[in-house]
């Protein structure tokens, strides 16, 4: 039977979103704080947004574990793909299907699993990014 671990650790994040004035469809979002493992770093994610909807982006992870540590790769990275379901029906609703494919998963660079973040909740509101 597997048995729960005694693990402690606290994670935080400070984020900074940014849209370029010569890119107004490109979201920067870059992350400094301590990720799930304890390990410290950062994260600088970059998405385009098309006129259909459909945003495109990728990200990459980079923290204070060594190389030996992490293992093959050095670093946490990814990309994804997320489309607003109201292309594929006749109504319109706010539900996307979200697809993101990291080539290898570790420990290093884990941030926690949220359901919601207040960002994405509200950039429906921005002018600057729809």
Do not use: C
Not at 14 to 30: E, G, H, I, N
Not at 40 to 57: H, N, P, W, Y
Not at 70 to 87: A, I, M, R
């Amino acid at each position: 039977m597997m048995k729960f671990t005694d693990y402690s650790v606290k994670t935080g994040h400070l984020t900074a979103y940014w849209t370029p004035s010569f890119a107004q469809d490109v979201l920067v979002k870059a992350s400094v704080g301590q990720y799930l493992a304890g390990d410290k770093g950062g994260t600088l994610e970059i998405a385009k947004r098309f006129d259909s909807g459909v945003v495109v982006g990728g990200y990459a992870t980079i923290t204070n574990v060594s190389k030996e540590e992490y293992g093959e790769g050095d670093f946490t990275k990814g990309v994804y793909v997320s489309v607003p379901l109201d292309l594929f029906s006749s109504g319109p609703t706010r539900s996307r299907a979200a697809i993101g494919w990291p080539p290898l998963t570790r420990d290093g660079g884990q941030q926690l699993g949220r359901k919601f973040q207040l960002y994405d909740m509200t950039s429906d509101r921005s002018v600057n990014f729809r």
